[in-house]
């Protein structure tokens, strides 16, 4: 067997100590530009008894090397075993999971994606013009006051109090018919107890086309209620005033945490207000633009925090927000 480095390789594998030195010398030998390559890239140069009979002590050099390396692998391999303790508890993998509100959004974006409503975004640092004057809602209205707003620079711009916010964008950009529902985080000045913070999130609901009515309205939300709730849960709707809305109404759910009986959570009324609802009020079409002799349409706002807290019973809005892993759990 000529001109093979067999002794250069016996001489490198006495040095290897570890798998990485074993990896590279099997390159050195066995990779594409190894020495193994290089000598049968040679035997073009040879005639054709030297080629064949060098190609065969190639071949056994080769065989011997790969035969070598396993050796030293399973001897490198016994030596950098690490013991330890199999009794010893495992580590908990960290799995999560999506936050209740956005488990609860995206179930109810199911429901009225399957009514034909599109969902819209807007700004969270909104101006006056949308959040308060395109509302209808006057210059001596108590929501203007700083004490309910959060303003950025008063009175022009402000962290936005509700989604409605984002209907009066709609109305004032889109073409009409519409349809769209506005999940999003709000602003007001409050302080933080049980059912009310400072930060928490709104789903807006908005329909303008011909000949809406309260009728619809109410068909509406009380298939949505069903749909969230299941088809038992109790409702109300009470007549209220809101400012974007003529008539106006509120839709109370029997409080599941008390059923009906009063506790802290429902304030002992025997029902947590869900939402704020009417027709759009013409004022407020008017002043987006829209042909009130042809267009009508309703919209609604609730509290979405509130929803989550009936669905899964929670009984304390800012354990929503304060970082607790339970929820993820």
Request: glycine share 8%.
């Amino acid at each position: 067997m000529s001109n093979l480095p067999q002794k250069d390789f016996e001489k490198d594998l006495e040095s290897v100590k570890d798998l990485k030195q074993l990896e590279e010398l099997r390159i050195k030998y066995l990779g594409r530009n190894g020495v193994i390559n290089n000598l049968l890239k040679g035997l073009g140069k040879l005639s054709q008894e030297q080629r064949k009979e060098q190609g065969k002590a190639i071949n056994v050099f080769k065989n011997k090397i790969e035969t070598e390396l396993n050796k030293k692998r399973s001897m490198v391999s016994k030596k950098t075993v690490i013991n330890f303790d199999t009794s010893l508890p495992g580590t908990k993998p960290a799995v999560g999971d999506l936050h209740p509100t956005t488990q609860v959004i995206r179930k109810i974006n199911e429901f009225f994606r399957y009514l034909g409503y599109s969902v819209y975004d807007g700004p969270e640092i909104e101006t006056n013009e949308y959040n308060f004057e395109k509302l209808n809602l006057p210059l001596d209205h108590p929501a203007r006051e700083l004490a309910d707003t959060l303003y950025i620079k008063e009175p022009e711009l402000l962290l936005r109090t509700h989604t409605s916010s984002v209907e009066a964008r709609a109305l004032s950009h889109e073409k009409m018919p519409i349809r769209i529902v506005v999940p999003g985080k709000v602003y007001r000045n409050e302080t933080a107890n049980p059912t009310n913070n400072s930060m928490f999130y709104q789903y807006q609901g908005v329909l303008v086309d011909k000949n809406v009515s309260m009728a619809n309205l109410k068909g509406t939300l009380i298939e949505f209620v069903k749909f969230l709730y299941g088809p038992d849960t109790k409702t109300r709707f009470r007549c209220k005033y809101y400012p974007e809305v003529e008539p106006g109404a509120g839709l109370d759910i029997e409080c599941t945490f008390c059923k009906g009986r009063g506790c802290s959570v429902c304030k002992y009324r025997g029902y947590i207000e869900a939402l704020g609802c009417g027709m759009i009020h013409p004022n407020l079409l008017k002043m987006c633009k829209i042909d009130t002799s042809k267009w009508s349409g309703f919209a609604f706002g609730m509290g979405l925090d509130r929803l989550v807290m009936l669905q899964y019973g929670i009984s304390d809005i800012r354990r929503l927000y304060d970082g607790s892993l339970t929820f993820l759990d």
